[in-house]
């Protein structure tokens, strides 16, 4: 990653085996001096140094590892629908006060107990509805049981990212086209000779600089980009734009590290719209794309997430099924009126969750591990209840 502006320094990545999943040994180099400034461990595409990298860990797992990241996900899982759950209630809840002549009522802020709980609880969830579908839904795509489902319907429905080609023909720099020529004038780089590198051969480092003139004479017009060199014969070394701020792209190039031509091209402008939205939607919720606006924001909305779950269980604490007569929560639903519902119903009901179990594995399996616990309960408070009652009668 060359540096941009003069106090800026050259990230130069390596691949360590000692280090994690997607985390690279970075060298900080003033270009100027070839001094090293830095060597640090960074994470992911967005070079994260370690604190930041430790804070999206936690987020991300938990920093616990794969225990950590599947109830992640299975949090994300449910958010979306315990979302729009709760909407449907707090409509249903108006709904009922307006029926029952008591519209102003409804519309006024309770001043204490727990209808103030109630209404805090209601009004943030439905003011910061979107956002709550926006998280799990982008938080979604990159995890690990429902990403892979996500990355299949995208590539069924032709949605993908595109790729850069990186491999070189004997016609590579001819098939080039109008492009060729840019960056690297008409006679051969500073890499002439030398051709397509090979994994832990040396090779002349000005070829960094005629890739980078070539991707910048290009379309590669971001302040950080990424070069890549390669690793096999026949294959380019690429320039790839890393920025993630608005507006974000993602355009690259393939350069030919013996001839300094353009052998392929990747512009954002021409992605499919789901693929720009996948890119957008990502580096919002990283808190990339419109920089600290963008982080304020998601602070915001995860403080609002945090009071939502602490009024969640203030509400059942206060209406708890120990409290008073057991098992006593209001008044709930009877056991089996779900199924003694209508069976058209019943039966698009019964479908969705397991088509949703299918796409959202966690999801499925978490209720179906709710149902099947719900279900045992129930049989254990009838049996007891039976067991009474004769108990009584004889």
């Known amino acids: 990653m060359p540096a ?13 085996p000692t280090l994690g999943e997607s985390t690279y040994r970075t060298l900080f180099i003033d270009p100027g001096t070839a001094e090293i400034r830095g060597d640090l461990p960074t994470y992911g595409s967005s070079g994260s140094l370690p604190v930041r990298t430790w804070i999206s860990n936690l987020h991300r797992s938990l920093n616990l590892g794969e225990p950590g990241r599947i109830y992640s996900e299975l949090a994300a899982s449910w958010l979306w629908v315990i979302a729009v759950g709760g909407l449907l209630l707090w409509i249903e809840r108006i709904r009922r006060k307006r029926a029952a002549n008591t519209s102003a009522a409804a519309n006024t802020r309770p001043v204490r107990g727990r209808a103030r709980t109630v209404w805090l609880h209601g009004t943030t969830g439905t003011v910061m509805l979107l956002a709550f579908l926006f998280l799990s839904a982008t938080g979604l795509t990159w995890s690990a049981s429902a990403g892979a489902n996500v990355s299949t319907l995208r590539t069924a429905l032709d949605w993908t990212t595109p790729s850069l080609k990186t491999t070189l023909t004997g016609e590579a720099t001819a098939a080039a086209g109008d492009h060729s020529g840019h960056g690297a004038g008409a006679g051969a780089g500073p890499g002439q000779g030398t051709g397509s590198t090979l994994e832990g051969t040396a090779f002349d480092p000005a070829i960094f600089d005629t890739v980078a003139r070539a991707a910048r004479a290009d379309i590669v017009t971001a302040p950080m980009i990424d070069i890549k060199p390669s690793v096999k014969p026949g294959t380019a070394w690429s320039a790839t734009e890393a920025g993630r701020e608005w507006p974000a792209s993602a355009s690259a190039v393939a350069v030919d590290p013996a001839t300094g031509h353009i052998t392929n091209r990747l512009d954002f402008d021409d992605f499919n719209l789901a693929a720009k939205l996948t890119r957008w939607g990502i580096a919002a919720h990283m808190g990339l794309l419109f920089g600290l606006p963008n982080q304020l924001v998601l602070l915001g909305v995860a403080l609002a ?41 019943v039966l698009i009901a019964i479908t969705s969750m397991v088509a949703l179990g299918l796409f959202l594995p966690l999801l499925g399996w978490s209720l179906l591990v709710f149902v099947v616990v719900d279900t045992l309960v129930g049989e254990t408070q009838r049996r007891r209840h039976f067991r009474f009652a004769s108990h009584q009668k004889g």
């Open 4 to 16: 941009f502006l003069r106090e800026d320094t050259t990230r130069v990545l390596f691949a360590d």
């Open 305 to 345: 997430l945090a009071a939502m779950v602490v009024w969640g269980y203030v509400m059942w604490w206060k209406r708890r099924p120990t409290r008073g007569t057991a098992w006593a929560v209001g008044r709930p639903a009877p056991r089996g009126a779900f199924l003694r519902g209508h069976w058209a119903g």
